[in-house]
């Protein structure tokens, strides 16, 4: 509904509800070329300048680095809010890789209702700089072309969900990140054009959820106060604003069905 | 491209019992190809490259998110060794990375078997070793096992 708290759900086949409803707008999104686009979020979000998946520094906080890393599929509203824009009720899916061991179905078919599948790849428009030429192509994916790549177990992630320190979580959650980018190959292995695969919000928001359920589990106390307050440009938020998922318009669920007012699901 | 490296062989120093091991891994250098570590105890030449968790001294791996060229201007990729007053903007993108590998149980039965230690990195990427800048895929200032009561 309109205004209201939108309802992360898992990655299913296209022709679930939710993600009906995300495919409409992820293509809408993608039509266009604005502030509003797809291009736009990807782009100067995450490249070329600009990434917030900032490899931890040891000098300053063991994990400050992670600490934003962990943030960054939390931060930025725009993804979000313009989804929201185009179809009222609109959000992010999770992709479990811990069960789903394989690129999902609808990230990889080529259509839906006989109409191209947003999901699928992204034809990235990065302009050019002094240095560098333009980039511009479809983005692709090599899924296990590194043969010593793995996807995190279920295991691995039920086990650092145990972990009670606020920073080894948050240090072995990003390393199980970069896995998943290892694991995924083609663009999703290179920081800079990454986030232009629609793949790639899947991915974070199932980081997002593990760190979700860890705070379910184990509260904020943990974090230092200094990295509170930490900026976390260019999204005008602190680390201290993002804690709260709620706050910030959303939720993980397991289902959640719109019912009119005439009963029945819409 | 795979590549080995062999740290080692040291004294552990390790004499008490402990409740969980860490291997630490400071400042990786992140302006490389992605690639995925793994972690062995006691085995320098790491030959079999199949089913590497089945091997008797396999420890764990990581991971490194990496960006392999520079997209934009001079000095866009450069990271600043010092900060000026009043700059408050995050650390650089490219800043060195730090991982840490929970090895607790390799660790014990590494050490049962005396108090010399190797640790074997055996890092794989799927670009090749002349797309990578320096010598080392995994470039790395050094490593720390830490263990806890």
């Known amino acids: 509904m309109a205004g209201s708290m939108v309802y992360r759900l898992r990655v299913a086949d296209p022709t679930a509800a939710h993600m009906g409803t995300f495919i409409k707008a992820m293509t809408a999104i993608q039509a266009r070329l604005d ?29 400050a680095g992670a600490a934003i890393f962990t943030l960054a599929p939390r931060i930025p509203s725009t993804p979000r809010q313009i989804l929201q824009d185009q179809v009222a009720g609109a959000a992010l899916p999770w992709w479990d890789w811990t069960q789903d061991r394989v690129i999902p179905r609808a990230y990889s078919v080529v259509s839906v209702d006989s109409k191209p599948n947003p999901l699928r790849r992204y034809r990235m428009q990065v ?24 996807l995190p177990s279920k295991n691995e992630i ?18 199980y990140h970069d896995d998943v980018h290892v694991w995924v190959g083609g663009d999703m292995t290179n920081i800079t054009t990454a986030a232009f695969d629609p793949i790639f919000y899947a991915h974070h928001c199932m980081i997002d959820r593990i760190w979700y359920l860890w705070q379910v589990k184990h509260g904020n106390g943990g974090i230092p106060q200094a990295l509170l307050n930490l900026p976390l440009e260019p999204f005008g938020k602190t ?8 706050a910030l318009g959303y939720e993980y669920g397991s289902a959640a069905t719109p019912i009119n007012v005439a009963g029945g699901p819409q | 491209m795979i590549e080995r490296r062999v740290f080692g062989p040291f004294n552990h120093g390790i004499s008490g019992p402990f409740t969980r091991a860490d291997l630490e891994v400071y400042s990786i250098n992140t302006f490389r190809p992605s690639y995925v570590v793994h972690v062995f105890f006691n085995d320098i030449k790491v030959a079999n490259l199949e089913n590497l968790e089945e091997h008797p001294g396999y420890a764990g791996r990581f991971s490194v998110f990496g960006h392999p060229q520079c997209v934009g201007d001079d000095m866009h990729c450069h990271v600043p060794l010092t900060t000026r007053r009043f700059d408050d903007r995050p650390s650089h993108p490219l800043t060195p990375a730090f991982r840490r590998v929970v090895v607790t149980d390799a660790l014990r039965l590494a050490i049962s078997k ?19 800048e320096g010598d080392y895929l995994l470039e790395t200032s050094g490593l720390q096992l830490v263990t806890y009561e």
């Open chain 1, 35 to 63: 502030n509003k686009s797809f291009n736009f979020v990807s782009g100067s979000t995450w490249c070329p300048g600009v990434v917030l998946l900032a490899p931890s520094s040891k000098s300053a906080y063991p994990s």
């Open chain 2, 114 to 132: 005396g108090k010399r230690l190797t640790i074997t990195t055996v890092a794989s990427a799927t670009a090749s070793k002349k797309e990578i």
């Open chain 1, 239 to 246: 680390f201290r604003d993002v804690l709260d998922v709620q």
């Open chain 1, 158 to 175: 039920d086990n650092v969900m145990l972990d009670t320190d606020w920073a080894s979580f948050s240090d072995r959650l990003e390393s």
């Open chain 1, 127 to 150: 302009p050019k700089t002094v240095r560098n030429p333009a980039i511009s192509h479809n983005t692709v994916r090599s899924p296990g072309s590194n043969p010593q790549s793995r």
